[in-house]
């Protein structure tokens, strides 16, 4: 099975200006959508590396539909809506994580740097996430703390961690085909992601 990004050459491209820039990783940036402030959209950070930068939004886009698919609460993953066109390229619309006032929430990183979640907190959401990723064998590929933001809590629920970045498989290859189909080699590589990444989280 190839996988590729759906034709939207059609669609008028969406202006990002810099002060819509809400995130950066080394592949991709995120932005504010510039008309629903509840969506980010991922675009290529290098335009000459352009088709390596895409291959984590491909997979998100068939990783999450999949998981739709198959009924799986989104408990701790954001949600993904489709792609439109950027001045970028193509770009991933995806659900933004927000605090009540509207500013960005903050990644595990950044919550334990600015001390708004203490080592023994963050020990319980991560063992929380662990439970429903294994329950539902999703791939979680790349655990780091810049790629887990904290979702604050609603009333009812206390503040979660979502993943927004490096599940379902690092490519989209051969590999992650087999992750769709083979649920036990899900629970593998993400048990093995865990036992890998747990200690440099905290
Ligand atoms: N859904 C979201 N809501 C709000 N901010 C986000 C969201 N997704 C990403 N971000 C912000 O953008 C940053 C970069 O996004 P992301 O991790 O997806 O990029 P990347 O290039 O794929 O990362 P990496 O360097 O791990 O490959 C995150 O660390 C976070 O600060
Ligand atoms: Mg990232």
Not at 14 to 19: A, G, K, R, T, Y
Not at 71 to 79: G, N, R, S
Not at 82 to 96: I, P, S
Not at 141 to 170: C, I, T
Request: net charge positive.
């Amino acid at each position: 099975m190839t996988y590729c990004i759906p034709e939207i050459s059609e669609q008028a491209s969406l202006e990002l200006d810099d002060s819509l820039r809400i995130g950066r990783g080394n592949k991709r940036d995120c932005y504010m959508h510039p008309k629903d402030a509840g969506q980010c959209i991922k675009v290529a950070r290098h335009q000459d590396r352009w088709e390596e930068c895409q291959e984590q939004s491909i997979v998100e886009w068939y990783y999450i539909n999949h998981l739709k698919a198959r009924c799986v609460p989104l408990t701790h993953l954001i949600d993904c809506y489709g792609w439109v066109n950027t001045q970028y390229g193509a770009g991933l619309v995806m659900e933004r994580i927000q605090e009540d006032s509207g500013v960005s929430a903050l990644t595990l990183r950044q919550a334990i740097q600015q001390g708004r979640l203490n080592r023994h907190q963050a020990h319980d959401m991560l063992n929380e996430l662990k439970a429903w990723a294994i329950k539902y064998a999703i791939v979680i590929a790349d655990l780091n703390a810049a790629n887990l933001m904290v979702r604050p809590g609603d009333g009812e629920r206390g503040a979660s961690l979502v993943l927004v970045d490096g599940v379902g498989s690092r490519r989209p290859d051969w590999k992650f085909t087999l992750y769709q189909h083979c649920l036990p080699f899900s629970r593998m590589k993400t048990r093995r992601q865990w036992k890998r990444q747990i200690d440099s989280l905290l």
